[in-house]
């Protein structure tokens, strides 16, 4: 038996004990009609499936977000590891653990991220754009400092929005420039910090800040209107010119490209255009590097689900 196993280091044969985070749990029954539960763990380094079988005790999918404690064999499956559990429960009173070991947190400095993002912003030539953004920022510091920038795919880690918007920025300020005759660089930067930042009201947060859910606003309007709504108030109390908060608003809702990729409407001027497929660049790149970062050098990736079910090979 070997107590408090990091995920990326388990491998087939192990017998394990430990903590981790219940990232998602599902109440099940077989076709024979035996209850089990299947659970996504997961700590700093990764993320395991969990099968408990003939599991009739009290973790839900209400449960998403806290910790348990697990003992269990380490198995594969389809090419993966995952834990069969012959105990899991929640993680009780006076249970000693570290629960920053549990969270993943982003490969970042953060501090110097942020103070990044923030020169960037005070450098855009737009005095109306530069308002907005720097309203944003202040408004919206810490939650673009600690949250996830998704569920699930990419970024799904703390301080993952600010790596996501940081990185964007870069690529935005670049292109900007490349483009300038037909990019009006203020209206991107603005854009760019602007596109996820509702994502604090689309989603539900564990009390160790990672997402376990969306929330009923999200579902519902998703944080690409959100963002929308939120710009057309800001824009009315700062006195912003109609078309620029018309603009704004449009690349908010066009950011995912397409319609079927999430898209209130198809990208409509260059800006708009440029900001989804740096989107897609960002996203696309976390990816790949979640990837390889699982991936021996020489060896093929299993399906990644994200890149369409593509296998990814770690060249040397």
Not at 15 to 33: I, P, Q, W
Not at 230 to 239: D, F, G, N, Q, V
Not at 302 to 310: C, Q, S
Request: a negative charge; proline letters at 3%.
């Amino acid at each position: 038996m070997e107590f408090q196993v990091p995920i990326r280091e388990m491998t087939p044969g192990q017998t394990v004990e430990g903590f981790y985070l219940l990232k998602e749990a599902n109440a099940r029954t077989t076709a024979s009609g035996k209850p089990f539960l299947s659970a996504m763990l997961m700590d700093r380094s990764g993320e395991i499936t969990a099968m408990a079988w003939d599991y009739s005790g009290a973790i839900t999918e209400a449960d998403a977000g806290r910790v348990v404690k697990v003992r269990g064999e380490v198995t594969a499956y389809k090419g993966a590891s995952q834990i069969t559990a012959s105990r899991i429960r929640i993680a009780r009173e006076g249970d000693e653990y570290d629960a920053e070991a549990l969270v993943p947190t982003a490969p970042i400095d953060v501090d110097a991220a942020l103070e990044r993002v923030r020169a960037l912003v005070e450098s855009l030539e737009d005095v109306d754009y530069r308002r907005v953004a720097q309203t944003l920022l202040e408004r919206n510091l810490e939650h673009l400092r600690t949250i996830p920038a998704a569920k699930s795919v990419h970024h799904a880690f703390l301080h993952g929005l600010l790596m996501h918007v940081g990185n964007m920025m870069e690529l935005a300020e670049f292109a900007a420039r490349q483009y300038a005759e037909v990019i009006d660089r203020s209206l991107l930067l603005t854009a760019v910090l602007a596109h996820d930042l509702r994502k604090d009201r689309e989603f539900a947060f564990s009390e160790l800040g990672i997402v376990t859910a969306y929330s009923t606003e999200g579902q519902l309007l998703g944080h690409s209107v959100m963002g929308a709504q939120s710009i057309a108030e800001l824009a009315a109390e700062l006195e912003l010119p109609e078309e620029k908060s018309l603009l704004l608003r449009h690349l908010l809702l066009s950011h995912h490209g397409e319609p079927e990729w999430g898209a209130a409407v198809r990208p409509m001027c260059a800006e708009a255009e440029l900001l989804s497929y740096i989107d897609m660049i960002d996203s696309r790149m976390e990816i790949y590097r979640e990837a390889l970062a699982e991936t021996p050098a020489g060896e093929f990736s299993g399906r990644v689900f994200a890149l369409d079910g593509r296998r990814v090979y770690h060249h040397t």
